[in-house]
C-alpha cells in the first residue's frame, strides 16, 4: 500500500511541472539565429541551441522539440511563436520544419 501511495505522489509531482512547463512554453516568443548547438554536461546531457535574438543570446533546450538538434545547423534562423508548442528553424536554401513540445 506504501508502494501505491508513493507512485500516485511521483505522477502527480510529474504531471503538475509538466503542466507548468507547458504553460510557461505557452507564453513566450522569439525570432533568431542559432549561433551555437552544444550537450549541456552538467544539465543532464540536454541538448540545447544558443540564440542571437536582437543584441540578446537566449538558450532553447532543443531535448523539448525531438528531432529539432539533430536538423538545426549553425546559421539557421529559428523561431517561436507565443501561444504555441513548436518551433520552426528556416534552412539557408530556404527549407524548414516544425518541432512540436514533447513533453
Do not use: W
Amino acid at each position: 500500500m506504501k508502494n501505491l501511495k508513493l507512485i500516485f505522489f511521483i505522477a502527480l509531482f510529474l504531471f503538475s511541472c509538466n503542466a507548468i512547463n507547458r504553460k510557461n512554453i505557452m507564453q513566450y516568443e522569439y525570432e533568431g539565429i542559432i549561433i551555437n548547438k552544444y550537450q549541456d554536461i552538467p544539465n543532464h546531457n540536454s541538448y540545447c541551441f544558443s540564440v542571437k535574438v536582437g543584441s540578446e543570446k537566449i538558450t532553447e533546450l532543443a531535448d523539448l522539440y525531438h528531432g529539432s538538434f539533430e536538423y538545426a545547423d549553425v546559421g539557421d534562423s529559428i523561431s517561436k511563436v507565443k501561444g504555441e508548442f513548436r518551433i520552426t528553424i528556416f534552412k539557408k536554401n530556404g527549407e524548414y520544419k516544425s518541432f512540436h513540445y514533447s513533453y
